[in-house]
């Protein structure tokens, strides 16, 4: 049985912790403003919420929201990052759209 961690790719992520942003390297030929977005909006959610947050393409090509906390983390707000993702997935869905289709034609139909 495959595990479904080795068939994610992350796109992003960003942690409180580390005060750091990650573009995965596979996606350096999106235009700027894109990956600017996507910093804004990875760096935005940890600031506000705490935590650790990713942006993963699954098996499918669709774009999943992650979000952790080191373990007795007292600082990570576990409500206000499920209404963060709820808002991001709504104000944000066609970037993420935009971001699937991009990811779907760079995999080849790979899919």
């Not at 935005?44 to 993963?56: A, I, K």
Request: proline share 1%; charged share 30%.
């Amino acid at each position: 049985m495959s595990s479904s961690k080795t068939e994610e790719v992350v796109l992003c992520a960003s942690s409180a912790y580390q005060k750091k942003f990650y573009l995965n390297e596979m996606f350096r030929r999106l235009p700027q403003q894109i990956k600017d977005e996507l910093k804004i909006m990875s760096v935005l959610f940890t600031e506000d919420v705490g935590g650790t947050f990713q942006l993963v393409f699954d098996k499918g090509g669709n774009l999943v929201f992650k979000t952790a906390c080191d373990e007795g983390d007292l600082l990570y707000d576990e409500i206000g990052s499920g209404l963060k993702i709820r808002e991001l997935q709504r104000t944000k869905q066609e970037l993420l759209e935009a971001l699937e289709t991009y990811y779907r034609v760079m995999k080849g139909g790979k899919l």
